[in-house]
């Protein structure tokens, strides 16, 4: 199953793997605390696997996370931390040229 959330400052998406195990992936693109960068970040969770049992154990799930900015502007034209994904498109836009954003196929920018 896939699931895609947007929010007026993030979009965070949730997948699950096809393979029936149980693991699940979380994405989430957002603005930074100052709102001068949009900031990728990743998560994986596993359930625990017990080698000696072959069975799934009742352990929390094991999280590993990556972040990385992807885009940024100068702090004098960041949108701030109020600000909204589409109003850093159009600065993005504005201040480097961004023509087009598309996530997983959805075009949001230009809207």
């Given at each position: 199953?896939?699931?895609?959330?947007?929010?007026?400052?993030?979009?965070?998406?949730?997948?699950?793997?096809?393979?029936?195990?149980?693991?699940?992936?979380?994405?989430?693109l957002e603005l930074n605390a100052d709102g001068s960068a949009v900031v990728l970040w990743s998560r994986l969770e596993d359930d625990v696997y017990d080698e000696e049992t072959k069975r799934v154990t009742n352990e929390p799930r094991k999280e590993?996370?990556?972040?990385?900015?992807?885009?940024?502007?100068?702090?004098a034209v960041a949108v701030g931390p109020d600000g909204s994904l589409d109003d850093f498109w159009a600065r993005a836009n504005q201040y480097r040229g961004?023509?087009?954003?598309?996530?997983?196929?959805?075009?949001?920018?230009?809207?």
């Open positions: 199953m896939n699931v895609t959330i947007t929010f007026k400052n993030r979009v965070e998406s949730y997948y699950t793997r096809a393979d029936g195990s149980a693991a699940l992936s979380k994405d989430v590993v996370g990556y972040k990385r900015e992807v885009l940024s502007l100068p702090a961004v023509v087009e954003v598309e996530i997983d196929g959805k075009l949001v920018y230009p809207i």
